[in-house]
């Protein structure tokens, strides 16, 4: 349908998961991609290898952007990382919190800090910052400085959205539930109880495919959306909103 004909899209985490399905379906709808991350060959028509915890590279990457096509128009801010040593409050160290908050978090402000600038030079655009469904409900299966940094995606992104509607950008907190990534499979298959209570909660009964939540933020990034910012976008099958699910 070619929704994003014409726009430059910059995404973050580019090379898989979430990332890479959302680079090849803003492709697919006629969006000029440039895929960001740590490692090489990012699906997108460019790939640059950055560490956005870093400013000085977050903000040298956006003005290649521009020298490089002129204009950006969707933000995807969506590296994450979610490592094992991040578990109760009462475990996890000093090291392990920061690490998460610098990579969920400091990422999310510093692309934002540095990108929203050239949204603004094009006239207006989308911003999309990958929370979680963690950041509107609790888990005792904790991850304790992954959910408070999904829960700070979450008030950054509703903040920037009031701040600069008038201005033609909208900012929207993108919140997927759980998604069936190799990661996720390979760690409940060591674990199959964990994988049950944890499934047991999602009314239905499978986690989420990439391409589906690819395709929440295919809505936000368009002009299908142009009423919508500083919202808590929820693509969780249902999870946030479930007491019992179905047998």
């Known amino acids: 349908m070619a929704r994003l ?14 990332g890479a399905a959302t680079a090849e ?12 991350d740590l490692g090489e060959d990012s699906p997108g028509d460019l790939a640059i290898t950055a560490d956005v915890t870093d400013a000085m590279a977050v ?5 290649t952007v521009a020298e490089r096509f002129g204009r950006i128009d969707v933000l995807f801010n969506n590296a994450g990382i979610s ?8 475990d996890t160290s000093l090291e392990a919190w920061q690490r998460v908050q610098d990579v969920n978090l400091k990422s999310v402000f510093l692309c934002c800090k540095y990108g929203i600038p050239h949204l603004l030079d094009a006239g207006g655009g989308s911003v999309i910052n990958t929370a979680s469904f963690v950041a ?19 008030a950054l992104s509703r903040e920037l959205g009031v701040e600069f509607a008038k201005r033609g ?3 929207n907190a993108l919140c997927p539930g759980p998604v069936d990534t190799p990661l996720l499979r390979e760690l409940f298959a060591k674990d199959p109880e964990k994988a049950q209570r944890r499934m047991v909660h999602l009314p239905m009964g499978r986690f989420a495919f990439a391409e589906e939540i690819a395709q929440g933020a295919l ?7 142009s009423y919508v910012t500083a919202s808590t976008f ?3 099958g249902g999870l946030s909103g479930a007491y019992t699910t179905p047998l």
């Not at 490592?83 to 009462?90: K, Y």
């Not at 809505?219 to 299908?224: G, I, T």
């Open 83 to 90: 490592p094992n040593d991040d578990a109760s409050v009462l």
């Open 219 to 225: 809505f936000l990034a368009s002009d299908d959306s």
């Open 5 to 18: 004909e014409g726009k430059v899209a910059v995404i973050t985490g580019a090379k898989g998961g979430i």
């Open 25 to 36: 379906l803003f492709m697919r709808e006629g969006a000029t991609v440039v895929g960001v």
């Open 136 to 154: 509107v409900m609790g888990a005792a299966t904790s991850q304790i400085s992954y959910t408070a940094s999904k829960g700070g995606v979450l």
């Open 59 to 63: 903000e040298g990457l956006y003005a």
């Open 169 to 171: 950008v909208r900012v």
């Open 234 to 236: 929820m693509v969780d």
